[in-house]
DNA sequence: ATAAATATGGGCATATTTGCCTAAAGAATT
DNA sequence: AATTCTTTAGGCAAATATGCCCATATTTAT
């Protein structure tokens, strides 16, 4: 495994990204070709291995059809 | 000038952010020490310069006492 | 107008992400 | 059990982000 560092909420963000796409009955493979990302990005996004950009957040919301502020409804250490 | 690719919603997302600091009183010095950011980092997101990342977005959430969901709060383009 | 505070701009080295690829593991179906 | 679908894992090169530094511009206050 990698996990470098102890990165903000990328774990619980992926934990979160993978129930949304699985509830809207998207493949890993289906969400990339919509989003336009990599496949294995979208694996490495939801084992939280990467802390991936705005963009690719906003772009993987918008093949989700959901608002990007979805993605972030975790638990954030304060 | 930077910006080569067009990277979905990253301008508005700065101007989002812009926006939310000075209605805190923050400077992006003080945003950047409480969120443990360079000064320099604050400007470039502001000004829709860089893709930053999600424990960023985290850590500038925090740092602002509000849910990261809020910097979210833009208009994405369908 | 001057000074002080804030923000921009850029360069540079390093770290991280990303796409592309292949192999293999795991899960579901027949 | 075998086949197929789905996900994980890892390597690699190129692209991008990040921190650190310093100089300049812009804004705000005196």
Same mark, same amino acid.
């Given at each position: ?11 619980? =963000? ?9 509830? *809207?009955? =998207? ?6 070709? *919509? ?44």
């Amino acid at each position: 495994m990698k996990q470098l560092r102890h990165e903000q909420g990328i774990k619980e =963000f992926g934990i979160n990204l993978r129930k949304i796409r699985e509830s *809207k009955g =998207f493949t890993q493979e289906m969400l990339a070709n *919509k989003a336009d990302i990599e496949i294995s990005q979208i694996s490495r996004i939801e084992r939280g291995i990467i802390n991936t950009s705005i963009s690719q957040i906003i772009n993987i919301a918008n093949a989700l059809g959901i608002h990007p502020k979805e993605l972030f409804e975790i638990e954030v250490g304060e």
